[in-house]
Nanobody, 121 residues
Framework: QLQAFGGGLVQAGGSLRLSCVAS????????MGWFRQAPGKEREFVGD????????YYADSVKDRFTISRDNAKSTVYLQMNSLKSEDTAVYYC????????????????WGQGTQVTVSS
């Protein structure tokens, strides 16, 4: 089970940090990903982090603004979002996968419930 939280309303240029806590499985086995879905759009890949945290990959749209990290001891993955833009407004989801490098919705096995991020301009 994955539970994401930390969303909210923020002005453009501001920052938010999302957290996703896992329970029930061996968290450190999984690649953890973040996705987002804006109204009327498909869910899109934001970034992922390897089981060890040693490899992180970002979509071009968030590169250099977002940072993904994880703490396996706390079974938690984080998404630090800086320099937020109105186009970052979406519901953000964390997800877990046993596959490496499959950066698609269908590549992930477990999903959190999503947390809303709204960026006002």
């Amino acid at each position: 089970q994955l539970q994401a939280f930390g969303g909210g309303l923020v002005q453009a240029g501001g920052s938010l940090r999302l957290s996703c806590v896992a329970s029930g499985r061996t968290f450190s086995w999984y690649v953890m990903g973040w996705f987002r879905q804006a109204p009327g759009k498909e869910r899109e890949f934001v970034g992922d982090i390897s089981w060890s945290g040693g490899s992180v990959y970002y979509a071009d749209s968030v590169k250099d603004r977002f940072t993904i990290s994880r703490d396996n001891a706390k079974s938690t993955v984080y998404l630090q979002m800086n320099s937020l833009k109105s186009e970052d407004t979406a519901v953000y989801y964390c997800a877990a996968s046993l596959r490496v490098g499959v950066r698609r919705v269908d590549g992930y096995d477990y999903w959190g419930q999503g947390t809303q991020v709204t960026v006002s301009s």
